[in-house]
């Protein structure tokens, strides 16, 4: 049978309208949600106000109220008697000895398995001498969880993973800001230290060599320039 954390909120769901009705006179701790672990125990105490109950009945809510143990109450003697058959040898019963006035039993529930899981509540079986018949008295039920690993050393498993997560991000967030940090004082740093180039003045460009036109050669050679008339050098 798998677990499902929300069949406690089943069990609510379906607890019949005459259980709040009755439950001045009848009472059934715990009255909450219990995690037990495989193969561990669980006690369910039963107790009533009635004067002379006829019996106690034990049911299991999630499987269609279905009887798990029956107390029956003659003559001061307890006779039980299991019509669950999965529950047979592991159910005992003890009476109540502290209660000043009325009628109470514990039932010891032993070797719980994932199956067990169920929503359990007492109902007493009292005779009615306006009726002249039979009526029930239920009580408050339990919710029982069986899991497989204890439910408080995963209770501290998840606790010690949150613990964990939130370690490691405040470290990364911590790394995050010294590197943030680091970075504006290098910023600052760089600005205090800076110090604009000067522009360099553009070189002026250099003027030609100035040539005077006396010394200049002509050197055409379709004109004479030499001032031997017997050169021609020129001509050819």
Not at 10 to 17: E, I, W
Not at 25 to 31: D, I, K
Not at 70 to 88: I, M, R, W
Request: charged share 15%; with cysteine.
């Amino acid at each position: 049978m798998k677990v499902h954390w929300w069949s406690w909120v089943l069990g609510f769901l379906c607890m019949p309208a005459e259980m709040m009705l009755y439950n001045w006179t009848v009472s059934q701790s715990p009255s909450s949600l219990s995690f037990m672990r495989v193969n561990s125990s669980v006690e369910i105490t039963c107790s009533t106000s009635l004067s002379d109950p006829e019996g106690l009945y034990l049911y299991g809510r999630f499987h269609g109220d279905k009887s798990i143990v029956y107390l029956s109450l003659h003559d001061g003697q307890v006779v039980k008697t299991t019509p669950a058959t999965e529950f047979t040898g592991r159910i005992h019963v003890t009476p109540e000895q502290q209660m000043e006035a009325g009628t109470g039993f514990t039932l010891h529930l032993s070797g719980l398995e994932l199956s067990d899981t169920d929503f359990y509540y007492c109902s007493w079986t009292h005779f009615v001498s306006q009726t002249g018949r039979l009526e029930n008295q239920p009580s408050n039920g339990t919710v029982i969880i069986i899991t497989e690993h204890d439910p408080h050393l995963h209770c501290r498993d998840q606790i010690w993973d949150l613990t964990s997560i939130c370690l490691s991000a405040a470290a990364f967030t911590g790394v995050l800001l010294l590197i943030i940090v680091a970075l504006i004082l290098q910023c600052r740093t760089f600005k205090k230290n800076f110090r604009p180039a000067r522009a360099e003045k553009p070189l002026r460009p250099r003027s030609p060599p100035h040539v005077c036109p006396q010394h200049r050669t002509l050197c055409s050679p379709y004109m004479v320039t030499s001032t031997n008339a017997l050169d021609f050098r020129g001509i050819l």
